[in-house]
């Protein structure tokens, strides 16, 4: 509630409406506010209908998870995911909270943004490509200097220099594997709490023991090394999710 009424202050002050808060899995209750249902929830005779924009859609699974809403909250009737512009529309009865139902896709992995103007749904899509744009930037970046340090070992570098570029190699995977990477780790970690199956599960396998071994390889001075590997196979991962998109969008 707190949230919603700086949003409501906010329009009464005549300041710049298009200010959101920043929503979280601790932060919808306030959408369960009368006053909220009538401002933005479309009332029809005998249900609600509200938009979601939803961050985290990048396949044909995502839409059918969301679809299937209606079998993991009672008072959902349908949902209908647009997958060219990520807004999820939910149809639920008047006896249901809307909190509840943006708990539940915040559980299954992705992040729910009431739609509150026609502007909100353009803001918020152009946030999340900046945001994977950064995030497969950061992946290019470091990817190209492991690779830079790999060929050096392959060409024969030896003693201490042989130490420094693993070294290198090394320090520079941490941003990959744990910014870059977090989008496959929410994903996973979401369908295995909902036990659904999920391409991101074997994703995540291979980039744990892929660092591990290497982790493990830099310690004991062996010579297999995994970093550039794993650089590389997330950027590619990350870029063929961000054109596919832009393809579906199309």
């Known amino acids: 509630l707190t949230e919603y009424y700086k949003l409501k202050d906010l329009d009464t002050r ?22 909220f249902l009538l401002k933005f929830v479309d009332d029809k005779e005998d249900h609600y209908i509200f938009k979601f924009f939803v961050e985290g859609v990048h396949c044909v699974a995502c839409l059918w998870v969301l679809e299937k809403l209606n079998k993991l909250c009672d008072n959902v009737i349908d949902s209908r995911l647009n997958m060219s512009s990520s807004i999820l529309e ?18 299954l992995g992705y992040t729910p943004h009431p739609i509150l103007s026609d502007l909100d749904a353009e803001r918020l899509a152009k946030k999340e490509d900046r945001t994977s744009l950064i995030r497969i930037g950061v992946a290019f970046a470091f990817a190209g200097n492991i690779m ?6 392959y060409a024969g570098a030896e003693g201490i220099f042989k ?11 941490i941003p990959v594997i744990l910014y870059s990477g977090k989008p496959f780790y929410i994903s996973a970690w979401s369908s295995l709490k909902n ?3 999920s391409i991101d599960i074997p994703i995540v396998i291979a980039l744990f023991f892929g660092m591990l071994l290497g982790i493990y390889s830099f310690l004991y001075d062996r010579d297999y090394f995994y970093f550039d590997t794993l650089t590389i196979l997330i950027f590619l991962l990350l870029s063929s999710r961000y054109l596919l998109k832009k393809v579906q969008q199309k």
């Open 90 to 107: 939910v149809r639920f009865s008047k006896e249901g909270q809307l909190s509840e139902i943006a708990q539940q896709i915040s559980h």
């Open 148 to 153: 830079l340090y790999s060929l050096a070992v």
């Open 195 to 197: 036990k659904t199956s």
């Open 14 to 35: 005549g300041s710049d409406k298009t200010t959101r808060p920043i929503y979280s899995d601790q932060k919808y209750r306030y959408m369960d506010d009368p006053e």
């Open 163 to 173: 130490d420094y570029f693993n070294m290198f190699s090394f320090v520079c995977s």
